[in-house]
């Protein structure tokens, strides 16, 4: 997509604010989840969710196509930003989005309506922890940037696994604001970094959950795990992703907590302020930012269903696996930046023999 385009897609996903008639609404309860979300649903966040999908497509979809006829579940939709890709990949599928909001889904029907017309995707209204779908019911899942949000990761994680039929599989993305590195560094703008994960996780979420996909996936009994690190890194060599990831994306996302943190007491406005200036030097010339995405692709096992994972011989392995999430969990919400040397994205697949192609 180019600038204009993507400009024209941002401001139509912004600007949509018709009153949603999608899909049932099951067990919702709106003025709960909206506060507890930490990028809330403004347009400011409806653009920077576009741009970071459009920008990251290549990275991020790459290698993940469901044949036609596949029933495919992707939650936490939000405003289509990634079903757009999703559709284009997989044309034949046969697609359900369901979010949470009615606002953001009617904001995501407009805009795939928009971007692909020939895509046919139901919309449904529903909470991830009990989804209005019988067991089995989908030959695939996809989830990008919704678990780092939730309270409860384990009890979605089994809720996806009881709408996957045995055999089917698992594709989660998620971020780890930990790999962050930028140049000129400065303690200020980390500091600024370390206030959003703080409020991230003050919500309930997890912004540092990229590196712990491998053992909650694991530990919810899906088999064949394999996670992916998939970097982004951007200078003046790449213009288009430092305006698109590094500003549109990353600094957007932190720039948008600011009155948050002041009201948690976690800054003042000069502390903030410093912060961010140092942050946007590394999107100036001879700046550098560089992030790690983690995208994990797993397999419900043949023949088990639901409840099955704790009494199959895996059990001493996911147990361990889960203990060691809720270790890190309680090791505290901010931990310093890990190293990534020799991290790339790369093109393995796993599961050779599942009928998606995913990495
Ligand atoms: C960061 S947005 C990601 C949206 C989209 N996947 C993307 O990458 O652009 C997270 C989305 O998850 C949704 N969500 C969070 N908790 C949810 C829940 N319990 N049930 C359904 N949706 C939920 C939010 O409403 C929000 O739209």
Same mark, same amino acid.
């Given at each position: 997509?180019?600038?204009?385009?993507?400009? *024209?897609?941002?401001?139509?996903?912004?600007?949509?604010? @018709?009153?949603?008639?999608?899909? &049932?609404?099951?067990?919702?309860?709106?003025?709960?989840?909206?506060?507890?979300? +930490?990028?809330?649903?403004?347009?400011?966040?409806?653009?920077?969710?576009?741009?970071?999908?459009?920008?990251?497509?290549?990275? /991020?979809?790459?290698?993940?196509?469901?044949?036609?006829?596949? #029933?495919? /579940?992707?939650?936490?939709?939000?405003?289509?930003?990634?079903?757009?890709?999703?559709?284009?990949?997989?044309?034949?599928?046969?697609?359900?989005?369901?979010?949470?909001?009615?606002?953001?889904?009617?904001?995501?029907? =407009?805009?795939?309506?928009?971007?692909?017309?020939?895509?046919?995707?139901?919309?449904?209204?529903?909470?991830?922890?009990?989804?209005?779908?019988?067991?089995?019911?989908?030959?695939?899942?996809?989830?990008?940037?919704?678990?780092?949000?939730?309270?409860?990761?384990?009890?979605?994680?089994?809720?996806?696994?009881?709408?996957?039929?045995?055999?089917?599989? /698992?594709?989660?993305? @998620?971020?780890?604001?930990?790999?962050?590195?930028?140049?000129?560094?400065?303690?200020?703008?980390?500091? +600024?970094?370390?206030?959003?994960?703080?409020?991230?996780? =003050?919500?309930?979420?997890?912004?540092?959950?990229?590196?712990?996909?491998?053992?909650?996936?694991?530990?919810?009994? !899906?088999?064949?795990?394999?996670? #992916?690190?998939?970097?982004?890194?951007?200078?003046?060599?790449?213009?288009?992703?430092?305006?698109?990831?590094?500003?549109?994306?990353?600094?957007?996302?932190?720039?948008?907590?600011?009155?948050?943190?002041?009201?948690?007491?976690?800054?003042?406005?000069?502390?903030?302020?410093?912060?961010?200036?140092?942050?946007?030097?590394?999107?100036?010339?001879?700046?550098?930012?560089?992030?790690? !995405?983690?995208? *994990?692709?797993?397999?419900?096992? @043949?023949?088990?269903? &639901?409840?099955?994972?704790?009494?199959?011989?895996?059990?001493?392995? #996911?147990?361990?696996?889960?203990?060691?999430? *809720?270790?890190?969990?309680?090791?505290?919400? !901010?931990?310093?930046?890990?190293?990534?040397?020799?991290?790339?994205?790369?093109?393995?697949?796993?599961?050779?023999?599942?009928?998606?192609?995913?990495?």
């Amino acid at each position: 997509m180019d600038d204009t385009n993507k400009a *024209a897609a941002g401001g139509e996903l912004a600007g949509l604010r @018709e009153s949603a008639e999608v899909g &049932e609404s099951a067990g919702i309860r709106e003025s709960a989840a909206s506060t507890a979300y +930490v990028h809330g649903y403004s347009d400011h966040e409806a653009r920077r969710l576009g741009d970071q999908a459009d920008t990251l497509a290549a990275l /991020l979809h790459a290698g993940t196509a469901y044949p036609a006829g596949s #029933r495919v /579940l992707e939650i936490g939709c939000g405003v289509g930003a990634q079903t757009v890709h999703l559709v284009k990949a997989s044309p034949g599928a046969r697609i359900v989005a369901v979010d949470r909001s009615a606002e953001s889904l009617a904001q995501a029907r =407009a805009y795939v309506a928009a971007q692909a017309p020939d895509a046919q995707v139901e919309w449904r209204r529903a909470d991830l922890y009990g989804l209005p779908f019988a067991d089995a019911a989908y030959d695939h899942v996809f989830a990008c940037f919704v678990l780092e949000h939730l309270d409860d990761v384990e009890r979605a994680l089994a809720e996806l696994r009881r709408v996957l039929r045995p055999g089917g599989t /698992l594709t989660v993305i @998620e971020g780890d604001h930990g790999s962050t590195l930028f140049h000129p560094d400065s303690p200020d703008a980390r500091a +600024v970094i370390g206030h959003q994960i703080r409020l991230q996780s =003050a919500a309930g979420g997890n912004a540092l959950i990229g590196r712990e996909l491998q053992p909650l996936l694991a530990g919810a009994g !899906f088999d064949e795990v394999a996670v #992916r690190p998939r970097t982004v890194y951007a200078d003046g060599t790449r213009p288009a992703l430092v305006d698109g990831f590094t500003r549109k994306t990353f600094i957007a996302m932190i720039e948008a907590v600011r009155a948050d943190a002041l009201r948690a007491g976690l800054t003042t406005e000069a502390d903030w302020d410093r912060g961010i200036a140092d942050l946007r030097r590394s999107a100036e010339d001879g700046g550098s930012f560089h992030y790690t !995405f983690f995208k *994990a692709t797993a397999v419900k096992g @043949e023949g088990e269903g &639901e409840g099955e994972a704790g009494a199959s011989v895996g059990a001493p392995v #996911r147990a361990a696996a889960a203990a060691s999430v *809720a270790h890190s969990r309680n090791a505290g919400s !901010f931990r310093a930046v890990s190293s990534s040397a020799g991290i790339q994205a790369n093109n393995l697949m796993p599961g050779a023999s599942r009928a998606a192609s995913f990495a």
